[in-house]
């Protein structure tokens, strides 16, 4: 037997015709993939991946007496072949536009070669495509244009995460939301202040979005005006928020700590187990006072509380009988606690006042307002830091500032002081202690990491003064 002969027979034998046909029709099939999609396209790169799988998954056994396999892996081949044709042809026919200051509906259909009968047959579709009045400079539209002035398909995206698609079907666009979902990464960033707490956040690379959320996390136990001082230090464990890859915004705030003057104060986000969320101090006591120190984020007092102060206009011994916070017009005001609206309407030298009646015989004035929030009116349920009106100077005032003042009984007291009498928030039951321990025990491992001596400092205690972990 010559040679040739017999490297033909030991081929046949090793590799069955079944084999061969089916290795040519997927060399075929990736020819098709390698010309559709080059190599580095995304979508190439999928396309190899899942025939590479489809072959890894098949037998020896498959290859030689199931046809029908081949048969179904040479279809899986073409349609990926098909999907990656119609991609690269949609692709081209696709022209994506963000929404600039000044823009209008009209301004972007013409800036993509559409007409204004486009834009109506488009905004009469439904009551969805409401959506399409309500955009804002960021908001991003993809048109898919296959050919000129036809209108197959909108994709309208409000946020990096939700949106809609408006899909031209037998002369009508049916619309369907869009709901992507981000990769959220935990980060942790720490701060030292050398001047105030937001110039710390910005060196630190906080945002300042989460800096207020952090003052509001301890706004009860913390005069974010006059406590921090010089070499406080704060650590922030928060979410990022990514999607493809891109850094997209912020999440919730899970856990901080303080350090005030030597002293530290730390708050874990904790979900109970009939859902109520909160954050607690690490002995299981809600961050959640009954009164905020404050009902401003940025001010200045220029006036405290005192029963015999010279009155600025009239010029005669007047009480001042609540705390002036200076801050500019606008600046939005927040509810110190829960509590029912009883007046917010004009009310002599008072200006624009709104008044909450509290539980326990409490009562917090707010005046001189700019204006009051939406739907802040008499019988209005507020919440504990929900905005309720801005800054103003109406009234009596001469300049613009909060004029805020506290009653107990309809007594004035001092809101600087009144808060130390103040009853204590609520802690969390014991039958939930067990579960918030197990959980904060990594972010409390995370903040002892920080320390120097790696031991956490003593932490106040709403009962007992400070504790130890």
Not at 6 to 24: D, G, T, W
Not at 90 to 104: L, R, S, Y
Not at 162 to 175: H, I, K, N, Q, S
Not at 308 to 323: F, Q, V
Request: glycine share 8%; proline share 5%.
């Amino acid at each position: 037997m010559d040679p040739i002969t017999s490297v033909r027979q030991i081929f046949r034998k090793c590799y069955p015709r079944n084999h061969l046909m089916l290795a040519s029709a997927l060399s075929a099939g990736l020819l098709v993939v390698a010309t559709l999609a080059p190599e580095e396209s995304a979508h190439g790169d999928r396309l190899r991946h899942e025939i590479n799988g489809l072959v890894g998954n098949l037998d020896e056994s498959t290859l030689v007496s199931e046809r029908p396999a081949s048969q179904q892996i040479m279809e899986s081949v073409a349609k990926a072949a098909q999907e990656a044709a119609q991609q690269s042809a949609e692709k081209a026919f696709i022209k994506q536009v963000t929404v600039q200051q000044g823009d209008n509906l009209s301004s972007l259909f013409r800036q993509v070669g559409l007409n204004a009968q486009d834009l109506f047959r488009i905004v009469n579709s439904s009551e969805e495509s409401s959506v399409l009045n309500r955009l804002f400079p960021g908001n991003q539209l993809s048109f898919y244009i296959p050919e000129p002035g036809q209108l197959k398909r909108l994709e309208v995206f409000t946020s990096p995460l939700e949106g809609y698609v408006f899909t031209l079907v037998d002369a009508r666009y049916e619309v369907e939301p869009i709901q992507r979902t981000a990769d959220v990464v935990n980060v942790m960033r720490q701060g030292r202040i050398a001047d105030s707490l937001f110039v710390a956040g910005q060196r630190a690379d906080i945002p300042a979005g989460v800096i207020m959320s952090m003052a509001d996390v301890f706004g009860g136990v913390i005069d974010f005006l006059m406590d921090p001082r010089q070499g406080d230090e704060f650590s922030i464990i928060y979410e990022e928020k990514y999607l493809d890859g891109q850094f997209i915004g912020t999440g919730d705030v899970l856990a901080a700590q303080f350090v005030n003057q030597g002293r530290e104060h730390i708050a874990v986000r904790y979900e109970t187990a009939n859902g109520d969320i909160g954050f607690f101090n690490p002995e299981g006591e809600s961050m959640q006072k009954a009164f905020l120190k404050n009902p401003l984020d940025v001010f200045r007092i220029s006036s405290n509380f005192n029963p015999n102060r010279m009155h600025p206009i009239l010029n005669t011994i007047r009480a001042h009988r609540g705390t002036d916070y200076a801050a500019p017009t606008g600046t939005p005001v927040r509810a110190t606690a829960d509590g029912t609206v009883t007046w917010a309407a004009r009310n002599g030298s008072y200006g624009k006042l709104i008044i909450v009646e509290h539980h326990g015989s409490f009562e917090t004035r707010y005046a001189h307002l700019n204006d009051y929030a939406a739907d802040i009116k008499k019988g209005s349920k507020v919440r504990q830091g929900q905005i309720i009106g801005y800054v103003g100077a109406t009234g009596g005032a001469t300049g613009p500032h909060l004029h805020y003042e506290f009653l107990v009984g309809g007594v004035h007291k001092d809101p600087r002081t009144v808060l130390e009498q103040m009853p204590q928030a609520i802690a969390l039951d014991e039958s939930e202690m067990e579960r918030f321990r197990e959980y904060s025990r990594e972010i409390l491992r995370q903040f002892r990491q920080n320390r120097p001596d790696g031991r956490l400092l003593s932490y106040h205690s709403l009962d007992s003064g400070s504790k130890q972990p």
